[in-house]
Nanobody
């Protein structure tokens, strides 16, 4: 079992920045590739970003590429999502997730076994 807790959500003006953190406990954090997803009201949960267990590969949704940066510090059992140039279409609940160890897929939420509760991110225009 992996327990995930996010922090860093909140309200920011359009064009501003926020950094989300996701801290893990339980099984060794470096066993897991990790992802960020988001879900806006009335919308399906969508992939935002992905990082391998050691951070050597990352991936992003086209909508956030160039604005968001994913990273992790395995010594601190923590993953981050730096969000810059936030747009009015970025508000959502943002979830961190640990991918199933037997999966090689990264975009589908079904491939992730453990989820944090998700902090809301609100962008004011």
């Amino acid at each position: 079992q992996v327990h995930l807790v996010e922090s860093g959500g909140g309200l920011v003006q359009a064009g501003g920045s926020l950094r989300l953190s996701c801290t893990a406990s339980g099984r060794p954090f470096n066993n897991y590739a990790m992802g960020w997803f988001r879900q806006a009201p009335g919308e399906v949960r969508e992939f935002v970003s992905y990082i391998t267990w050691n951070g050597d590969k990352t991936d992003y949704a086209d909508s956030v590429k160039g604005r968001f940066t994913i990273s992790r510090d395995n010594a601190k059992n923590t993953m981050y999502l730096q969000m810059n140039s936030l747009h009015p279409e970025d508000p959502a609940v943002y979830y961190c997730a640990a991918r199933r160890t037997n999966s090689e897929q990264r975009y589908a939420s079904d491939e992730y076994a453990y989820w944090g509760p998700g902090p809301p991110v609100t962008v004011s225009s």
